[in-house]
Nanobody
Framework: EVQLQASGGGLVQAGGSLRLSCAAS????????IGWFRQAPGKERDGISC????????WFANSVKGRSTISGDNAKNTVYLQMNSLKPEDTAVYYC???????????????????WGQGTQVTVSS
């Protein structure tokens, strides 16, 4: 069974950093591209970053570009999203999911994301 578990969120002051983890089970990172998404209260869930299955291609939404990096650790079967210079508007629940593909231009969503899981809460105080 393909499963992803996001973790690493927390409460941080503006300007701080967090590293979010997305632990995969039931498949390897070479099998799927991975996307990071976030949903703030009252807003839609938006994609913010992705990494291709090979790890060669990455993409960042304008809202996090220049402040974030994404990487994969095949040995740990985990994708990381490092977020720096955090802002109050980064406050949201963060999720990871398998996606159809990722390139430097963006990502292609799958036909069905399936269950999103619990996600991990990031709260940035001003």
């Amino acid at each position: 069974e393909v499963q992803l578990q996001a973790s690493g969120g927390g409460l941080v002051q503006a300007g701080g950093s967090l590293r979010l983890s997305c632990a995969a089970s039931g498949f390897t990172l070479n099998d799927y591209a991975i996307g990071w998404f976030r949903q703030a209260p009252g807003k839609e869930r938006d994609g913010i970053s992705c990494i291709s299955s090979s790890g060669d291609s990455t993409w960042f939404a304008n809202s996090v570009k220049g402040r974030s990096t994404i990487s994969g650790d095949n040995a740990k079967n985990t994708v990381y999203l490092q977020m720096n210079s955090l802002k109050p508007e980064d406050t949201a629940v963060y999720y990871c999911a398998t996606i159809s593909s990722c390139s430097r231009h963006g990502y292609v969503s799958p036909a069905d994301f399936g269950s999103w899981g619990q996600g991990t809460q990031v709260t940035v105080s001003s």
